[in-house]
T-cell receptor, first 120, second 109 residues
Framework: VQLLESGGGLVQPGGSLRLSCAAS????????MTWVRQAPGRGLEWVSA???????FYADSVRGRFTISRDNSRNTVYLEMNSLRGEDTAVYYC???????WGPGSMDVWGQGTTVTVSS | QTVVTQEPTLSVSPGGTVTLTCGLR?????????PSWYQQIPGQAPRNLIY???TRSSGVPDRFSGSILGDKAALTITGAQADDESDYFC?????????FGGGTKLTVL
């Protein structure tokens, strides 16, 4: 069971970036997926989630700027990030939720993360 | 300010017992918040230890246990080992949001 993030990089304030998270060795369409970020030297912050049925959920800090989506045919979840700010600089992790719908429970599989740096 | 509170640092002796707590800046933590606990070794991805207050994740040693103590969620490590030295984060499920605490840096010495 594996998650592999990609798409991070350096972007200017106000710019956009799309992160991808490719899943393998589990029935991807059967589980909710989520993104969690960690700013340098800081704690974890939940960012967004998508249920197996593609219902979407966002933290207040990113709502209206970030869009989560999934392509079950590609076993991939995406995070489209627009209007990026310095405070969005972080390692972004994707994680699998141990359930189909978004709700409480374990985030039981995590990727290794991809780094996003927002700076001019 | 962090809504979910944790001790910034704690220490424990090898073989000892330590309890990390997870509270709310305003109010009490109950099982209705489905508290979970994650361990993160610096530079690595988090690992789920406990979910839904008490349930150990697959492969987690039974020296880790979750509970509610008073008005807080708690993670107790019994018989601490050197490789338990790590950062620990609790997370509460609140109205479709997952809200992380600021984390506890645990030193084993």
């Amino acid at each position: 069971v594996q998650l592999l993030e990609s798409g991070g990089g350096l972007v200017q304030p106000g710019g956009s970036l799309r992160l991808s998270c490719a899943a393998s060795a589990f029935s991807f369409s059967s589980y909710a997926m989520t993104w969690v970020r960690q700013a340098p030297g800081r704690g974890l912050e939940w960012v967004s989630a998508i249920s197996g049925g593609s219902g979407t959920f966002y933290a207040d800090s990113v709502r209206g700027r970030f869009t989560i989506s999934r392509d079950n045919s590609r076993n991939t979840v995406y995070l489209e990030m627009n209007s990026l700010r310095g405070e969005d600089t972080a390692v972004y992790y994707c994680a699998k939720k141990a359930r189909y719908s978004w709700g409480p429970g374990s985030m039981d599989v995590w990727g290794q993360g991809t780094t996003v740096t927002v700076s001019s | 300010q962090t809504v979910v509170t944790q001790e910034p640092t704690l220490s424990v002796s090898p073989g000892g017992t330590v309890t990390l707590t997870c509270g709310l800046r305003s109010g009490s933590v109950s099982t209705n918040y489905y508290p979970s606990w994650y361990q993160q070794i610096p530079g690595q991805a988090p690992r789920n230890l406990i979910y839904n207050t008490y349930t150990r994740s697959s492969g987690v040693p039974d020296r880790f246990s979750g509970s509610i103590l008073g008005d807080k969620a708690a993670l107790t490590i019994t018989g601490a080992q050197a490789d338990d030295e790590s950062d620990y984060f609790c997370v509460l499920y609140m109205n479709t949001f997952e809200v992380f605490g600021g984390g506890t840096k645990l030193t084993v010495l």
